[in-house]
């Protein structure tokens, strides 16, 4: 029976880590015949050619118009936006929320990412949310309104024990009405390892060599109290210290090729390049460099020290130790569950303004032992797998039921 699939909660194959997101639900969901998948984004060019060959459509999304993407969306009315979103949930069999972590009040879009979930749910159709990362608000407005809808959904799963204690102790959701899953990125596909070599060789690194990653952030100052010099000083220190430490060329991954020169990784890789004239650093930034691209380099790496919480999952998935700077609860969560109990959290996560106040830190990183981190790896990465999976055949049965 034919099943028409909308996905919601994408802003940008721009980040690499929304491409891995929505490329992995995308290629899951169209391998069952007459599935069709509509990704809502405010880049549908630009992200059509980020998930080909993954069975998605890429349209403009009508229920949320970022200003700042407005130049890459086609131009419309605003009555001809409101016919085609009430077109578009018409006809879908189902409105999918991807997972990520829009659902909080770091960024301040919750509340308008709701609105097609919202609209399919006065009309009977059927809304699901998988592999969520949520909260925390603190703005009561936005709490309420993701709890109404949250309690409105026939399918919810989260990605990480942190935001299961969170919607079923604060939001006080029924425990029976939230699962734990992972990051449907756990299922990417990374590109070949003829492909990883050649990505390394055009760097000027030799692919037979060892290397350590980094996978800065840009955009992480405007979430943390920390200023971009103070920032642009503590990576630069990290970087340096890798090298001395581990004598391992450093691989600059870029997972975020954002026209927004606020959240352009790659222009803070090659600064912390040019700061190291002496250092063996190497940049991937290459346009057309995707996500299933950069999680086959990961994959290689000894060692992945990440500020985008997927380009940890693309190491982690691969079964390479990760290790998160990071400025929310959903880099704990996801990085703590991944490890498992036998590796304190400490260890593979570290707030990034705790990082860079502390001088001794970047030195205790570059110590870490990372065969003890890919042993427990190779135990625990099966059940996020298998956790990621579940996702797809939930949505499935929904779509069946």
Not at 24 to 37: E, F, N, Y
Not at 74 to 90: C, I, N, S, Y
Not at 297 to 314: D, F, P, Q, Y
Request: net charge negative.
């Amino acid at each position: 029976m034919p099943a028409n699939i909308l996905i919601t909660g994408i802003t940008s194959c721009e980040s690499r880590g929304v491409e891995a997101l929505a490329r992995s639900l995308a290629t899951a969901l169209t391998a069952v015949p007459d599935t069709t998948v509509t990704v809502l984004t405010q880049t549908p060019d630009l992200d059509a050619t980020a998930l080909a060959g993954s069975g998605a459509h890429c349209i403009a999304d009508p229920f949320v118009v970022s200003r700042s993407w407005a130049s890459m969306r086609p131009v419309e009315t605003e009555q001809h936006r409101r016919e085609r979103a009430a077109r578009l949930v018409k006809h879908a069999d189902l409105v999918l929320a991807t997972g990520g972590d829009l659902h909080t009040s770091d960024y301040g879009v919750s509340t308008s990412y709701l609105a097609v979930l919202d609209r399919a749910q006065k009309i009977g159709i059927p809304t699901a949310m998988v592999g969520q990362s949520v909260g925390p608000f603190t703005d009561p407005a936005e709490q309420a309104a993701f709890t109404a809808t949250a309690g409105r959904l026939d399918l919810l799963t989260v990605r990480e024990t942190t935001t299961l204690a969170y919607l079923t102790e604060q939001l006080a959701l029924p425990e029976d009405a939230v699962l734990l899953s992972a990051d449907s990125a756990f299922l990417l596909q990374p590109s070949s390892p003829q492909r990883a070599a050649q990505l390394l060789a055009d760097a000027d690194l030799d692919a037979t060599q060892g290397y350590v990653c980094l996978a800065p952030s840009r955009g992480v100052t405007r979430y943390s109290p920390i200023t971009d010099a103070q920032h642009l000083d503590a990576v630069t220190r990290l970087v340096d210290t890798l090298w001395r430490v581990r004598r391992r060329p450093l691989v600059l991954v870029p997972h975020c090729h954002d026209s927004r020169e606020h959240n352009d990784d790659r222009l803070l890789a090659r600064q912390i390049a040019a700061r190291l004239p002496d250092v063996p650093v190497h940049v991937l930034d290459a346009d057309g460099t995707g996500a299933a691209d950069y999680k086959a380099v990961l994959g290689g790496a000894e060692l992945v020290v990440s500020e985008r919480l997927h380009a940890s999952i693309g190491a982690l998935s691969s079964g390479t130790p990760a290790v998160a700077l990071g400025h929310s609860p959903k880099f704990h969560g996801v990085l703590a569950d991944t490890y498992g109990p036998g590796v304190p959290s400490g260890d593979v996560h570290h707030d990034i303004a705790a990082f860079t106040a502390d001088p001794t830190a970047a030195e205790n990183l570059a110590r870490l032992n990372t065969e003890k981190l890919r042993d427990h790896l190779d135990l625990r990465l099966p059940l996020a797998v298998a956790l990621a999976t579940a996702d797809i055949g939930r949505v499935r049965a929904l779509l069946n039921s």
